[in-house]
């Protein structure tokens, strides 16, 4: 048997990973001078609640040689091989880490997302799909390693101020973007995050134009399934966006997840990203 395994920042649904048994490493939430697991011993609602209501900062660390190393340790003994999906190397050192960990075992196949949240999902979710199929390890990393360049990962931040406050824009930007009403929207290109289109109005008028643009005439999409991914979206905000995807885009499967702790922790509650692959 070949056991799928991926770093917390997969944001996949604890259905998926429970109906594929999905072994998860998870990153590490920094809360003053706790250290907190991703997914374990911390939530997304408690880092909103660190930040928001007890003005705490928050900031992720990697997962580390040492803890890659237990983990494939324990998993590499028990099964045929190992295949694990990284956060992006352009991200976080957690690529590199577990590639020095995997050293040590010829059976742990290591793969570079070069993405992040359910962009990465979408490669733990084909893993598993082949796996049940009966594929071999090489064959599976292979064909992930052709789909990595495919995926099309964004969301729209709602408010900056958690970014300012990670340090990844300035408390200028964020309260220039609060007054102005810009709502910006995150892309992922070449496994970094970079600022594409800002939107202007409610978040969920942003939402609206974002989808529509994301899917309206597009021949390069493949439809087997989208990923809306996001915190703590309220419910009536996430029914918005499913319609407007099916109205735009003829997806076989629509699968909302919720981020983890390390999307939320710089970027905040009201975020949200369609997530898909291209031909």
Do not use: W
């Amino acid at each position: 048997m070949i056991k799928i395994s991926a770093d917390s920042t997969c944001d996949l649904s604890p259905e998926i990973i429970e109906y594929y048994d999905i072994a998860i490493t998870p990153l590490s939430i920094v809360v003053g001078d706790e250290t907190f697991k991703d997914g374990i011993d911390i939530t997304s609602d408690d880092v909103f609640r660190f930040v928001d209501e007890e003005g705490k900062s928050c900031h992720t660390t990697a997962v580390n040689v040492y803890e890659y190393q237990n983990h494939f340790e324990q998993l590499s003994s028990q099964y045929e091989a190992v295949i694990h999906v990284c956060l992006s190397s352009g991200l976080s050192s957690c690529y590199h880490n577990a590639m020095l960990a995997a050293e040590d075992f010829p059976n742990v196949y290591v793969v570079d997302s070069m993405n992040l949240s359910s962009g990465s999902g979408h490669l733990v979710y084909d893993a598993a799909l082949m796996a049940a199929q009966g594929m071999e390890p090489k064959e599976i990393f292979e064909k992930l390693q052709a789909v990595v360049p495919k995926i099309e990962s964004s969301f729209v931040i709602d408010r900056l101020d958690y970014l300012a406050k990670g340090g990844r824009c300035s408390s200028l930007t964020a309260q220039s973007a609060r007054i102005l009403r810009l709502k910006p929207c995150i892309n992922v290109n070449d496994g970094k995050m970079t600022v594409g289109r800002k939107y202007r109005g409610s978040f969920e008028k942003a939402l609206q134009a974002y989808v529509r643009e994301r899917l309206k005439n597009r021949t390069d999409i493949d439809y087997s399934r989208v990923f809306i991914t996001h915190p703590s979206c309220e419910p009536e905000t996430v029914a918005l966006v499913r319609e407007t995807i099916e109205k735009y885009g003829d997806f076989q499967e629509i699968i909302e997840t919720r981020a983890g702790c390390t999307i939320s922790s710089h970027c905040g509650p009201n975020t949200l990203g369609i997530l898909f692959k291209r031909l």
